[in-house]
């Protein structure tokens, strides 16, 4: 279909098809209509997970010490607190101490080292999960936002030099290039 609408605009330029080009012009303008909604509910989405993220980690991390090793919600809880170098949900190592079998030492995902025991005052990640899980949310919605807008623009400017261009050809009895070429041959 892009390919296609590409074709039809180069085809249009180089025939001077008024027609042709605002076609492209008017699926480019949709193009960019529907690029604007997907912004939007962007926007609005990312409002939701934010608001959705904070409860559901505190409720993962809360049953994580009742769950059995292969547990979907374990392994997300201990890829999260590994990968994003954190420990606990809301006050960081703090929070584990709730749990007799972790009031001696952390879970594994907590330490710096992996091999080693750690405890909330030795060898452990400080920082909560639930600002660092956030945050990782921001940068990739941010970086999603930037592409949609930056091809919101791209996809604005083509439509109107599409309609320029087409304005152009009405404008000069369907002879925009003729024009150009006749003052190259005068020279």
Known sequence: MVKGCSNNCCWGAANESRCALLTYGIIIGIGVFLLLIIAILLAVALTAIREGTKPYLKEIMTQYPHLDE???????????????????????????????????????????????????????????????VLNALNLIFGIVLVLVFSLLLIEFLLTCFACCLACAVGNNSGRVLSHVQYHKAAA
């Not at 999260?80 to 709730?98: A, F, N, R, V, Y």
């Not at 030492?105 to 990640?125: G, H, I, M, R």
């Open 70 to 132: 292969n547990n979907t919600n374990r392994t997300t809880v201990e890829n999260i607190q590994t990968h994003l170098e954190c420990c606990g949900w809301e006050k960081g190592p703090q929070d584990w101490s709730q749990f007799d079998q972790f009031k001696s030492k952390l879970p594994k995902s907590c330490c710096k080292d992996l091999a080693d025991v750690c405890t909330a005052d030795t060898n452990s990640y400080t920082e909560a999960c639930t600002e660092k």
